[in-house]
């Protein structure tokens, strides 16, 4: 995975910033990763985090510890100190009374950075990461913010290695194998130019969704007519579409995918949060894409 | 205005001329690339003693009469129901923007639909027709009780009124649940904007008895509707309860049109539009203004359909979109029109 320029530059932007942050203490960059000195008084000893994908960061990047609260749709890692704050509609009052020194959100809504700010707490916004670098980027942005610089470049090198070796086993294909990607029971679908199509691509995987928007809602006979190899289910937990749901649809039993049974229910949560555990998708999407065979008819 | 037998065959003749072409159009138009041909070929096929090899695939027939035919058909219904409904409406409380949506269907369907989606979770899926049907019903109901509590002379305008309130209440608690739940903001808002798609028929057998008891009702009292168009003191002049009546077909057409509602989400638009263009042709006489805009909607609905899914395609766009990009603007006209009127 080539490092590209504007992830390096944010990078070094961010090493400014961190530096600035730090109030020029001295920070040794180059101290082995989780020995990191977290009690350093610059470093924030409060954070709260308003988004579940911030927080599976905060704890992945070895910051769970200094995590005082998260929003209420956080679930994971399940001993995250979960408490009612919605990232969706903030409260800046309820958020200071958990009296942080961060505070981790993925927008600024309702002016929660101008707000926080009266009361001097930092703010730290991370939107829904684009692409695989976005992430990365973010990890390393809430590593410096948080102390952690060291823990969080070794995540990043290992989510690529990880990524690599799973890319590497995945068999060598002609064609594309193509894909139907549904994340509600009204066939909203994703298109190769989203962060989950970027991931699929990788894994040798077209969309059978275009256009100029990343989520188009489809129609029935669209889906039938393309008749995608694949068909992943992130419409589990919101809506209960199973296989059986989707095989007993009006017209689908003529679907290949349907009858070769390759329809596949994915953890909405991880489909849907783009910080560390997106390898665990990519490793169970790289198992379904493994198990068809090269030569599978594609009409 | 009574129109001579000759123009009114002539007229008929037309708007169901013109209902076919849509229909035709609707099934022939789609973002799966069925040929013209192979389609016309197929339908033949189906008919008895014809034997055709039509070229289409098995998925391509299963495209064709499970997934298109039955939306198109499910477009005639919605759109010549919300239209015959609004027709009746405009006719009992002499308001040219009266509609079945203005007395709070759409807003009491909106609040039960997001209370299967948001209570109900995966499974409130199936609850979220029968919700809004209930939902849309209670609502219309305590619009005309509270029209009736504060009702006076004008009691037709304290109606519409009253309606507004009631629509407003519905919003804000719909709004609070969705807040709640932020996670079910897109499943609302796909129902709530409208959408044909229908699972093979099970809609279009689920709606059709409700639309054909309402419109029967409803044009069963063509005449009734002529003469309460003129006002009330008049009716009950002739004979007529215009309450009687008026609460009647409010119920029936409230009825009918939450049935259409609860499978199609919210269109609007159609109950305005729809029977103000036919007046402009045809006059306000019910003996055509009814078949009339039953025949027009469901033309119109088709059409709106075949945009909706064509205009972005292979995405589509949702039909209430398209229904009130046309019918907003005209809505503003029949208001000047109305101003000079009344």
């Not at chain 1, 730090?22 to 977290?38: I, K, N, V």
């Not at chain 2, 849509?22 to 070929?41: D, E, H, K, Q, R």
């Not at chain 2, 407003?168 to 904007?193: C, G, K, P």
């Not at chain 2, 009825?255 to 159609?270: C, D, E, P």
């Amino acid at each position: 995975m080539p490092v590209n320029d504007s992830r390096r530059w944010l990078a070094a932007g961010l090493t400014v910033f961190a530096l600035l942050a730090a109030g020029c203490s001295s920070s040794d960059d180059s101290s082995p990763a989780g020995e990191t000195d977290t009690a350093a008084a610059d470093v924030p000893q409060a954070i709260v985090s308003l988004s579940p994908t911030s927080t599976e960061m905060l704890y992945a990047i070895g910051a769970g510890d200094q995590v005082v609260a998260v929003d209420d749709r956080s679930d994971y890692p399940t001993d995250a100190p979960v408490t009612d704050l919605s990232g969706y509609t903030p409260n800046v009052e309820a958020i200071l009374g958990y009296e942080p020194d961060l505070v981790v959100a993925n927008a600024d809504t309702g002016d929660l950075v101008a707000g926080l700010e009266q009361a001097g707490v930092e703010t730290l916004i991370l939107p829904a990461a684009q692409t695989l670098d976005d992430t990365y980027t973010q990890l390393e942005q809430l590593g410096a913010a948080t102390g952690h610089v060291g823990e969080a470049a070794e995540l990043v090198a290992q989510m690529q290695a990880d990524i690599e070796e799973i890319l590497a086993g995945l068999p060598e294909r002609e064609t594309p194998l193509t894909y139907y990607q549904e994340l509600d029971n009204t066939f909203y679908s994703v298109t190769d130019d989203t962060y989950i199509g970027e991931i699929h691509s990788m894994l040798g995987l077209t969309s059978i969704a275009t256009g100029s928007n990343g989520y188009p809602q489809l129609s029935a006979e669209y889906v039938l007519e393309q008749n995608p190899d694949v068909i992943f289910l992130a419409d589990g937990q919101c809506c209960g579409v199973t296989p059986e749901v989707v095989a007993q649809r009006a017209g689908w039993e003529e679907l290949t995918a349907v009858r070769e049974g390759r329809v596949y229910v994915l953890d909405e949560d991880i489909a849907s949060r783009w910080g560390p555990r997106v390898v665990d998708l990519m490793r169970e999407v790289a198992g379904i894409v493994g198990g068809i065979p090269v030569t599978a008819p594609t009409p | 205005m009574i129109a001579a037998p000759r123009r009114r065959a002539l007229v008929l003749t037309g708007a169901a001329s013109i209902l076919l072409a849509a229909m035709l159009l609707g099934i022939l138009v789609g973002p799966a690339g069925l040929t013209p041909g192979g389609v016309l070929l197929d339908i033949a096929d189906r008919l008895p003693f014809v034997d055709v090899d039509s070229g289409l695939t098995t998925r391509q027939q299963a495209i064709l009469w499970n997934i298109r035919m039955p939306r198109v058909v499910l477009g005639v219904l919605v759109g010549a129901m919300l239209a015959v409904a609004g027709a009746a409406y405009q006719g009992v409380f002499r308001n040219p923007l009266a509609d079945p949506y203005l007395l709070g269907v759409s807003s009491g369907a909106g609040l039960g639909a997001t209370l299967a989606i948001v209570v109900g979770g995966a499974a409130g899926f199936a609850g979220v027709p029968p919700a809004a049907f209930v939902g849309g019903m209670l609502a219309v109901g305590a619009t005309y009780a509270l029209g009736r509590t504060v009702g006076g002379v004008r009691s037709e305008v304290v109606i519409i009124l009253a309606g507004v309130a009631v629509a407003a209440f519905a919003n804000a608690i719909q709004t609070f649940f969705m807040q709640l739940h932020d996670d079910t903001l897109r499943q609302v808002y796909s129902w709530m904007l409208g959408r044909l798609a229908t699972d093979g028929w099970s809609d279009v057998l689920t709606v059709l008895p409700y639309v054909v008891v309402t419109v029967a009702i409803i044009a069963l009292h063509r005449r009734t509707l002529d003469v309460m168009s003129v006002g009330d003191v008049e009716a009950a002049s002739l004979g007529i309860h215009p309450a009687r009546v008026r609460l009647l077909l409010v119920s029936v057409a409230t009825l009918g049109t939450a049935a259409v509602v609860s499978a199609s989400g919210l269109i609007g638009f159609v109950g305005i539009v729809v029977p103000h263009a036919v007046r402009l042709l045809v006059g306000p006489g019910h003996r055509l203004l009814l078949p009339l805009s039953l025949m027009v909607g469901a033309a119109f609905l088709v059409l709106a359909d075949v945009l909706a899914r064509s205009v972005m395609a292979p995405a589509e766009l949702p039909i209430g979109v398209v229904t009130a990009a046309v019918g907003a603007p005209f809505f503003l006209v029949v208001l000047r029109r109305s101003r000079g009127v009344r």
